[in-house]
Structure formats: C-alpha cells, structure tokens
C-alpha cells in the first residue's frame, strides 16, 4: 500500500441477538486491526474457501466452520451471526459476502484485500462451485465460488485491485 489508508469498515454484527459494533482495518504490515465495541482485538484468521480454518483471538486458538449463510460454529459452539445496517446492504444481507439461490448472486469482499486474480468474464455461464475470484487477505488466498449457476452479468474489479469489507465484487444473474 501506498501513503494513504483506507478508513476502517464498520458494520454492526449480532450474534447470537446481541448486537456489537466492529471496525475492521488494514494495518500496513498486512494484518487485521479490529476493535470490538470499542476494545482493541488481536484477530488472525485462517478460513479456506469452504469456511473452514482457524481463528485466533487474543492469543486462543479457535476451531471455526461455516454452516450456511448465518451459522458459525466456534469450537463445536453453534452461533448465529448476522451483518446488519449498511454494511448488510452493501453485502447483500449474506454474512459471508454471498448471496445465493434464485435471485442471482452478488459477491461482496468480505474482508480488506487485494483480489488476486479474476476467474471469470463478463457472460460466461457458471455452475454452481465454479471459481469466481480469488481474493488475498492476511497473507492468504481465499477463492470465492457460485452458490449456484448463472451468467456473469458485471465484474467490478480487476486482478491487483485493492478492495474494501462490502464492495461489490462480480454479479451472477
């Protein structure tokens, strides 16, 4: 990154009905800042596509797999965990950046990035799985996939490109 930073995303997360502000920022070494509530929180996570990985907390090691749009499990721990307000919107109301089924699919970045590479063109028909973009955060590639088969309609970024929690990525109608 060059010179200037991007302001922190902020958007407000329920989980489990409790409602918590977090704002997430880059830092320039390329990790996470993230404050919860207000209160600083050592975050670094390790989520394959699937949403499968590892999250570290503080310094604790926690096990984490995606069930769903909303259920998280954190160390066997089921939660439900929503995005709410703008930043819900933004992302199509899909915690994890997608949103599936009949209506198409609107891939947002769900964390800062940098998109590593584009694997589709504008009015290439895709079947549910297929690759879309793959996007490097954290010193990790993560690819995103269709939730289901579409055309690609709209492609807003480009290999290279530095993106934001909740900008609009690639659109499948």
Same mark, same amino acid.
């Given at each position: 990154?060059? !010179? +200037?930073?991007?302001?922190?995303?902020?958007? #407000?997360?329920?989980?489990?009905?409790?409602?918590?502000?977090?704002?997430?920022? &880059? +830092?320039?070494?390329?990790?996470?800042?993230?404050?919860?509530?207000?209160?600083?929180? /050592?975050? /670094?996570?390790?989520?394959?596509? +699937?949403? +499968?990985?590892?999250?570290?907390? %503080?310094?604790?090691?926690?096990?984490? %797999?995606?069930?769903? &749009?909303? %259920?998280?499990?954190? %160390? !066997?721990?089921?939660?439900?965990?929503?995005?709410?307000?703008? #930043? #819900?919107?933004?992302?199509?109301?899909?915690? /994890?950046?997608?949103? !599936?089924?009949?209506?198409?699919?609107?891939?947002?970045?769900?964390?800062?990035?940098?998109?590593a590479a584009v694997l589709v063109?504008?009015?290439?028909?895709?079947?549910?799985? #297929?690759?879309?973009?793959?996007? &490097?955060?954290?010193?990790?590639?993560?690819?995103?996939?269709?939730? !289901?088969?579409?055309?690609?309609?709209?492609?807003?970024?480009?290999?290279?490109?530095?993106?934001?929690?909740?900008?609009?990525?690639?659109?499948?109608?």
């Open positions: 990154m060059t !010179g +200037s930073r991007r302001p922190p995303a902020r958007m #407000a997360v329920r989980v489990d009905g409790t409602l918590f502000v977090v704002e997430v920022e &880059e +830092s320039p070494v390329g990790r996470l800042a993230v404050q919860v509530d207000g209160r600083a929180v /050592d975050v /670094d996570a390790r989520l394959d596509a +699937s949403g +499968s990985g590892s999250l570290l907390l %503080d310094g604790t090691s926690h096990v984490v %797999d995606q069930h769903g &749009e909303t %259920d998280v499990v954190v %160390d !066997g721990e089921a939660f439900t965990v929503q995005i709410e307000g703008d #930043a #819900a919107r933004r992302r199509g109301g899909s915690p /994890d950046g997608r949103q !599936g089924g009949g209506g198409g699919q609107r891939l947002v970045a769900p964390m800062p990035g940098k998109v063109a504008v009015g290439q028909p895709v079947e549910r799985g #297929a690759g879309l973009v793959v996007l &490097e955060a954290m010193k990790m590639e993560n690819e995103f996939r269709a939730m !289901g088969s579409g055309v690609v309609t709209e492609i807003h970024v480009s290999p290279g490109q530095a993106v934001n929690a909740g900008d609009l990525l690639i659109v499948i109608a």
